[in-house]
């Protein structure tokens, strides 16, 4: 059985840090691109970051750039999602994903497996 489990979420003031990660089970993933997406209150969940299988492509939605880094570690499955200089428009639940292609991608559809999620709350 194929799982995503998210941990690092929580509450951070403004201009602090996190560290998403997104552990795979089930399966061995490094074949297969990995993303990030968030969805805010009464907001449609839009993606956040992507990286290709092999790590060396990567994708940020501009409202991220330069603020938060996906990065991967094939030996543990896991994907992570660096955040820094947080604002309170960051805050929402973060979910990681498979993709079932190897290259980044943005479509929503692409991605066949999901994690639960983590709370992510950025005071101001």
């Known amino acids: 059985q194929v799982q995503l489990a998210e941990s690092g979420g929580g509450l951070v003031q403004a201009g602090g840090s996190l560290r998403l990660s997104c552990a795979a089970s089930?399966?061995?993933?490094?074949?297969?691109?990995m993303g990030w997406f968030r969805q805010a209150p009464g907001k449609e969940r839009e993606i956040v970051a992507a990286?290709?299988?092999?790590?060396?492509?990567?994708y940020y939605a501009n409202s991220v750039k330069g603020r938060l880094t996906i990065s991967r570690d094939k030996a543990k499955n896991t994907v992570y999602l660096q955040m820094n200089r947080l604002k309170p428009e960051d805050t929402a639940v973060y979910h990681c994903?498979?993709?079932?292609?190897?290259?980044?991608?943005?479509?929503?559809?692409?991605?066949?497996?999901w994690g639960q999620g983590t709370q992510v709350t950025v005071s101001s």
């Open positions: 994903a498979v993709a079932n292609t190897a290259w980044t991608t943005t479509i929503e559809d692409e991605y066949r497996y």
């Open positions: 089930g399966r061995t993933f490094s074949s297969y691109a």
């Open positions: 990286i290709s299988s092999s790590g060396g492509n990567t």
